[in-house]
């Protein structure tokens, strides 16, 4: 099993531009979800999906949209790309809903950077 | 909403000691209480977590304790090594079918051979 997928690894754009962060599990959790990882700041909540069909706004949802394509895929995309969006960006899968297993497995995360 | 604040930032112990790590959370509902390692470029891992209803758990060289009444919890590494030098994230969450965990900033260990 490979766990939690991300692409890209790294990714530079220029202000304004739009760009489609992947995720994928297959470890047929239910639950994912998006954070963003800025210095002194820990991991916030941008968006999560509790189930396929499902999507919520987390912590900082502003200039973000999600998709749940499947139970395998969550994307987030970024419509027109701004410097304070410059980050790390990290996708996490749960297990199932109320299940013993609490842990949330994360990807690699994507570093990107907006000019 | 739930706010998590974690200190110390950062934490350098020689090799064999024992490190602490404390954080204190703002939501009494709150009873789901996870720490994670991140290493170096890779993402967070979860190392060991506590619900509320214990006072303290342990796993070979890492326990956590949590105080419910004063609203803080711990992470303590007992005999130190190098490959425990890495970020670690203290974290809260109502323990619901949507899990949504509150992290604090982290603290960066640097353990010293």
């Known amino acids: 099993n490979a766990g939690v997928t991300q692409t890209p690894k790294f990714q530079v754009l220029k202000t304004g531009q739009s760009m489609t962060l992947q995720c994928a599990q297959d470890?047929?959790?239910?639950?994912m979800y998006w954070y963003r990882q800025d210095p002194g700041m820990g991991l916030r909540l941008i968006y999560y999906?509790?189930?396929?069909?499902?999507?919520d706004k987390g912590e900082v949802p502003n200039g973000y949209n999600v998709s749940r394509l499947n139970k395998r895929e969550f994307s987030l995309r970024l419509e027109s790309a701004a410097p304070s969006q410059t980050s790390v960006y990290f996708c996490?899968?749960?297990?199932?809903?109320?299940?013993?297993?609490?842990?949330?497995?994360f990807g690699p995360g994507t570093r990107l950077t907006v000019l | 909403g739930e706010n998590v604040e974690q200190h110390p930032s950062t934490l350098s112990v020689q090799e064999g000691d024992s490190a602490v790590i404390k954080c204190t959370y703002s939501?009494?509902?709150?009873?789901?209480f996870p720490w994670y390692k991140q290493e170096l470029g890779k993402g967070p891992q979860l190392i060991i977590d506590?619900?509320?209803?214990?006072g303290e758990k342990k796993d070979q060289r890492i326990a956590v304790t949590l105080n419910k009444t004063a609203k803080h919890f711990s992470l303590h590494i007992t005999e130190t090594q190098p490959e425990d030098s890495a970020v670690y994230f203290c974290?809260?969450?109502?323990?619901?079918?949507?899990?949504?965990?509150?992290f604090g900033t982290g603290t960066r260990l640097l353990v010293s051979p």
């Open positions: 996490a899968s749960r297990g199932l809903a109320g299940g013993s297993n609490n842990e949330q497995f």
């Open positions: 470890m047929n959790h239910n639950s």
């Open positions: 999906s509790a189930s396929e069909g499902t999507t």
């Open positions: 939501d009494s509902a709150s009873n789901y």
């Open positions: 506590i619900r509320s209803n214990v």
């Open positions: 974290a809260a969450s109502m323990n619901t079918g949507f899990q949504k965990l509150v």
